[in-house]
């Protein structure tokens, strides 16, 4: 037998023949029917609470990351750490790195099987930090916090993930074919969100849709009667067709002659009509519930939005579209202004911000966690080590079936006014909303 071929399963056919895919050469959307050592297993739960298992897949030319979503129940018992398995699925990308999505796992015998193919190499070292002499470290101006590096491919990784999970074959379909499109797939995760005001710096967008996507997963745990799908496509499509409203070069953003014409929130919905209409049996109902939820998210005729939020579903993504761009203008606002505690009075929200340390056992301004927290939950799973207290998991403090907002946002904050419709630049101050 060649290292390439192997024979043989307890589940599978005797005859059955299989070329040895390895780790090394795995592709994204590549589908996958393939011998792997199982290397770690273990089971674990979602935001959602859907139970899905974590496991290794390695051989000769490394290790990959793989998941169990769907048959947890049924796939678990069937293999253990150290099995080789018979797997199928396909590759996708999370965090910038290729992922096995697996429906199947078959226990091989391993007797007739070179076990050198599947000895998996341990992992280099790191590469030592070093500092390069002629690059002296400016020092940046001490009002002014440091804002994390965006990572726009990682965000769009793990906008597939999220994408992945939704149980709605219509709606999945959907949101894979605008992923899946050339121009998206290159432009996203180099856009910015906007002109000015929230998210406007290369990345931005891809930024600003994962975190619309994960509050609209918190809320939808809060409130089972919200349907997961629907929330899910419109917190991912609300702003993709900014990809055409805005172009950017050499860092300055302006809006193209079609973005100015037509707007990315009537580009957004033809581009559902166009990709609905190539998935076949799409049925319209659902069409128009998706195309809503991108039509109302700016939450008021006078701010653009075509209709008004007329669903819960529609009426959470114009609610957690505007709470996310308004934490980010703020703290864009907190950060490049010199003052201690309170901002110069702003032109856009026309008053002083609080920028100062929270006067509670907390200690810190808001700017002062911007970024920090993420960093430091990285480090924790790094050591195995528990998560960072919080105010829920305080003894005597009640259960909650869902994490805290702060298990998202990276920090426990004053609750949020209102949340106003997200600004357009071109929207003059006069005519924002109130906040309250």
């Known amino acids: 037998m060649t290292p390439t071929d192997v024979h043989s399963s307890e589940t599978a056919p005797a005859d059955e023949v299989v070329r040895k895919v390895y780790v090394r050469d795995l592709r994204d959307k590549q589908p996958v029917h393939t011998v792997f050592k199982i290397t770690r297993k273990a089971r674990a739960t979602a935001r959602s609470g859907k139970v899905f298992l974590v496991v290794g897949l390695g051989d000769r030319t490394g290790e990959v990351d793989a998941r169990v979503f769907e048959q947890v129940d049924a796939i678990e018992p069937t293999f253990q750490a150290g099995d080789l398995v018979l797997v199928r699925g396909h590759v996708t990308q999370f965090q910038g790195k290729p992922q096995v999505l697996l429906e199947q796992v078959d226990r091989l015998d391993p007797e007739p099987i070179d076990p050198a193919e599947f000895e998996v190499p341990p992992p280099p070292p790191p590469a030592p930090a070093t ?163 991108v039509l109302a998210h700016h939450g008021q005729l006078e701010y653009g939005s075509p209709k008004l939020p007329m669903t819960l579903e529609a009426y959470v993504v114009h609610a957690i579209d505007s709470l996310d761009s308004r934490i980010d203008s703020w703290l864009d606002l907190m950060a490049h202004d010199p003052g201690e505690t309170w901002t110069e009075q702003t032109k856009l929200y026309e008053r002083h911000l609080w920028k100062g340390p929270a006067p509670t056992a907390r200690g810190r301004s808001p700017v002062e966690g911007r970024g920090r927290r993420p960093e430091k939950r990285k480090r924790q799973r790094e050591r195995g080590g528990p998560p960072a207290p919080t105010p829920s998991s305080s003894p005597g403090a009640p259960k909650l079936s869902f994490k805290p907002l702060e298990a998202l946002t990276g920090d426990t904050a004053p609750s949020p006014a209102p949340a106003a419709p997200s600004e357009s630049e071109e929207t003059p101050v006069s005519d924002r909303p109130p906040d309250g």
């Open 131 to 293: 500092a390069s002499p002629s690059a002296p470290v400016q020092p940046r101006p001490t009002h002014e916090a440091p804002r994390p590096t965006p990572d726009g491919a990682r965000a769009v990784a793990q906008m597939r993930e999220l994408v992945e999970r939704v149980a709605d074959p219509h709606v999945k379909a959907l949101l894979l074919a605008f992923l899946d499109d050339p121009v998206v797939a290159q432009r996203l995760p180099l856009a910015p969100a906007a002109k000015g005001i929230h998210h406007a710096h290369r990345g931005g967008l891809a930024e600003h849709i994962l975190s619309v996507m994960r509050l609209g997963q918190r809320v939808a745990d809060h409130y089972p009667m919200l349907d997961r799908d629907l929330v899910t496509a419109g917190a991912l499509l609300h702003d993709i067709g900014k990809l055409q409203e805005l172009a950017w070069e050499g860092g300055n953003t302006r809006y193209t002659d079609e973005g100015r014409l037509v707007g990315h929130i009537v580009m957004t919905a033809q581009a559902i009509r166009d990709k609905a209409a190539r998935i076949p049996g799409f049925p319209p109902l659902l069409e128009a519930h998706i195309t809503h939820g």
